[in-house]
């Protein structure tokens, strides 16, 4: 199985007022509420975490503008990118009286390997039906035997596929997180995934 360069990044974040209209300092942080994940990071793993400063304006409604990385990551590509999903996060909306509020956030990423593995992926009708299809593997009845159910047209599968030679860091964070933790054969709980509710397996070198 081969390890790839690329690092998927994890956030975590304290906010800092940095300044503000109408004596925002006196007040709480406002809580971010909607985030897009950052790029993957095209780093190694001994460069150690990356922390970013960051400073932008949150409008009226939340929404964020004018987002500018005071210290650059060391890859201008990557900090463009960033700052393009920065754009999509959504705070707690200030004062009904402001006009907005300056921010500077700290954000440290977190590097974690990625790896070129291959899948078996179960995706149900429903939220329910995954968690029957999830007993049913428990049960002992095998993916394999589930994947070949689907193509008979299986009331609780609406698709079942297979993923070769594919790279977690393709993945959203939290997914990659999933599939790095299993072992060849192993198969994950139920999870959603663009939408829908889905059980990886994750295979050796060969899929069936």
């Known amino acids: 199985m081969r390890a790839s360069r690329n690092f998927l990044l994890l956030l975590f974040a304290g906010l800092l007022l940095f300044s503000a209209m109408h004596c925002a300092t ?4 406002y809580t971010l509420i909607e985030r897009t994940e950052l790029p993957v990071y095209p780093g190694e793993a001994d460069s150690g975490d990356i922390n ?6 949150i ?10 990385i005071l210290n650059t990551s ?8 960033a700052v393009d999903r920065m754009r999509q996060w959504r705070f707690e909306a200030p004062a009904e009286d402001s006009n907005g509020i300056i921010m500077k956030r700290n954000v440290k990423v977190e590097l974690l390997p ?5 899948l078996g992926v179960l995706v149900a009708r429903s939220e329910n039906d995954a968690e029957l299809l999830y007993n049913r593997l428990r049960a002992g009845i095998s993916f394999n035997r589930l994947m070949r159910q689907n193509s008979e047209g299986s009331s609780l599968i609406r698709e079942g596929y297979y993923l070769e ?8 964070v939290v ?13 994950s709980r139920p999870v959603e995934w663009e939408g829908e509710f889905v059980i990886f397996r994750r295979y050796g070198n060969r899929l069936p």
């Open 114 to 118: 990625s790896e070129i593995i291959n």
């Open 74 to 81: 060391g890859d201008e590509r990557w900090d463009s990118l």
């Open 26 to 29: 006196q007040r709480d942080p």
């Open 175 to 187: 997914i990659s997180k999933i599939l790095l933790d299993l072992d060849t054969g192993e198969y």
């Open 52 to 57: 970013l400063e960051v400073l932008f304006y």
């Open 59 to 68: 409008n009226a409604d939340g929404t964020v503008d004018n987002v500018r």
């Open 165 to 172: 030679e594919v790279d977690t860091a393709d993945f959203p």
